[in-house]
């Protein structure tokens, strides 16, 4: 069975710096695309990033320049590097495989404070 664990999150100060990470266990075939989403109080869950199996990554407006996405399929695992945080990045950011079958993660939680 396959899962998706999400570590990384935290309370920061605006302006720092956080890396989550997502590691997926049990095997995966045909991946389409990987990405992070998340989902502020009251509001939808929003794409963040992703990166499909050929390599295009995508950012949402309003974190380009900020994040990056990356990931290292020798450990299975996505990351996303989160700088200059800001309180609008506040909310749980979960991971996501696009293959056969939709896989999420549990979420982890992101606070900034300002």
């Known amino acids: 069975q396959v899962q998706l664990r999400e570590s990384g999150g935290g309370m920061v100060q605006a302006g720092g710096s956080l890396r989550l990470s997502c590691t997926a266990s049990g095997s995966i075939f045909a991946i389409n695309a990987m990405g992070w989403y998340r989902q502020a109080p009251g509001k939808q869950r929003e794409l963040v990033a992703s990166?499909?199996?050929?390599?295009?990554?995508n950012y949402a407006d309003a974190v380009k320049g900020r994040f990056t996405i990356s990931r290292d399929n020798a450990k299975n695992t996505m990351y996303l590097q989160m700088n200059d945080l800001k309180p609008e990045d506040t909310a749980v950011y979960y991971c996501?495989?696009?293959?056969?079958?939709?896989?999420w993660g549990q979420g982890t939680q992101v606070t900034v404070s300002s």
């Open positions: 990166i499909t199996s050929g390599g295009t990554i």
């Open positions: 996501n495989i696009v293959a056969l079958l939709n896989y």
